[in-house]
């Protein structure tokens, strides 16, 4: 497999070199178009690369979730030395926690929380445009450039063609005939975390065709969605896909739940009511509490649509959203017809050997016909 793309890698840093202004940002509920239209890159901030979070165990305890010990970790370690700004939404308990801690102990110029609504009613989009006032404001402060209504809709219709490209590349895994595994796609949302935007829609434009005219995959021995707790690493999804397995789609927030939907727009918005609505309608993980029937039918809709065998279900240790909610997904998938291998995941992989056993026999089962 390809090398992902760094942390810290030559985009940013031709960024950097220009004068460019890089805003970290936590959870994919926070609306990447803002800090666009303000003139700065938005970065998603990973827990990759990371092999020691004891700091961030320290700060955070031992109870928090792995991924969020290790993104507070590379941010203590420096290996987001780049950032000038950082917003971090309200997403689960954890992401609060590396907040707090990253208010205390950051040395970035500017850190904004976001409240993001747990409903998606007529209030809480009134209440979420009110918050992405005040994060309008501080990205103006950050940037020195005000942001314009034709800035915001200029970034929507760049984001959403950002997803357009994204749908098209997780199509080119559909059929008898699929053209790009499930590594290759993780490492591609990825990308599009890490570097600008105009950029990467070039390239992946290029991909895509080059994709089209490649030999099929073969040799694999069952189609598999992946869904659960964040997954930012894509040697994990490499892992299932040495053992036979052939990761088809997935319900991962840094896999297809980053850009997906388009910001759609209704008549008598401001762009600003546009992306609120969009973004808490968005059907993305179970922090949101109106969305769990809805979330649960669409990820039952892609797996008819990718032709998928089983599912994977990972859980992060000690993750306070996915973990509940697998009781939940694990009865109706099994309703539905759709095997489930449940794991448990920390966010520094040292158990790969045992994550293979468990996904060659998966597989096997699968193709077996055995339940």
């Not at 959870?27 to 979070?53: F, K, N, Q, S, Y």
């Not at 609060?96 to 990253?102: E, I, M």
């Not at 005219?213 to 992946?226: D, H, V």
């Not at 509490?289 to 032709?307: G, I, N, S, V």
Request: charged fraction near 30%; glycine fraction near 8%.
């Amino acid at each position: 497999m390809k090398p992902t793309i760094a942390i810290d890698n030559a985009y940013i840093e031709s960024w950097k070199q220009k004068g460019g202004k890089v805003v970290g940002t936590v959870c994919c509920h926070i609306p990447e178009e803002i800090i666009h239209a303000a003139g700065m890159l938005p970065v998603r901030i990973r827990g990759t690369e990371c092999t020691d979070d004891r700091d961030g165990e320290l700060w955070m305890t031992d109870y928090a979730c792995g991924f969020c010990r290790a993104c507070l970790q590379n941010l203590i370690s420096g290996k987001y030395h780049f950032l000038d700004g950082i917003v971090v939404s309200d997403g689960c308990m954890f992401v609060q926690r590396l907040y707090d801690n990253w208010k205390v102990i950051g040395n970035t110029k500017c850190k904004v929380n976001l409240n993001v609504p747990r409903n998606h009613d007529h209030l809480a989009v009134r209440y979420f445009v009110d918050e992405l006032k005040i994060l309008k404001e501080e990205m103006e402060k950050l940037s020195g450039r005000e942001i314009t209504d034709e800035a915001l809709n200029a970034s929507i219709d760049l984001y959403n063609e950002t997803r357009a490209l994204i749908r098209e590349l997780f199509s080119l895994t559909k059929g008898e005939h699929p053209l790009v595994s499930g590594t290759e796609t993780l490492q591609w949302t990825i990308k599009a975390m890490s570097m600008p935007k105009e950029i990467y829609n070039q390239e992946l434009k290029a991909f895509i065709e080059e994709a089209k005219g490649r030999e099929p995959i073969t040799g694999y021995g069952a189609r598999l969605m992946m869904i659960g707790s964040a997954v930012d690493d894509p040697d994990y999804v490499h892992i299932f896909e040495e053992h036979g397995g052939l990761i088809v789609t997935d319900y991962n927030c840094y896999g297809t739940r980053y850009l997906w939907q388009d910001v759609t727009r209704k008549e008598g918005e401001t762009p600003l009511e546009s992306i609120a609505r969009s973004y808490l309608e968005k059907l993305t993980c179970p922090r949101m509490t109106d969305l769990h029937d809805e979330m649960y039918e669409d990820m039952l809709r892609l797996a008819k649509e990718f032709d998928v065998d089983g599912i994977v279900y990972v859980r992060l240790k000690n993750c306070c959203l996915w973990g509940g909610e697998s009781v939940f997904f694990y009865d109706r998938f099994k309703e539905d017809g759709y095997p489930v291998l449940t794991l448990e995941k920390e966010e520094i992989t040292t158990n790969a050997g045992q994550v293979g056993v468990r996904a060659e026999a998966f597989v096997e089962m699968l193709e077996g016909g055995t339940d």
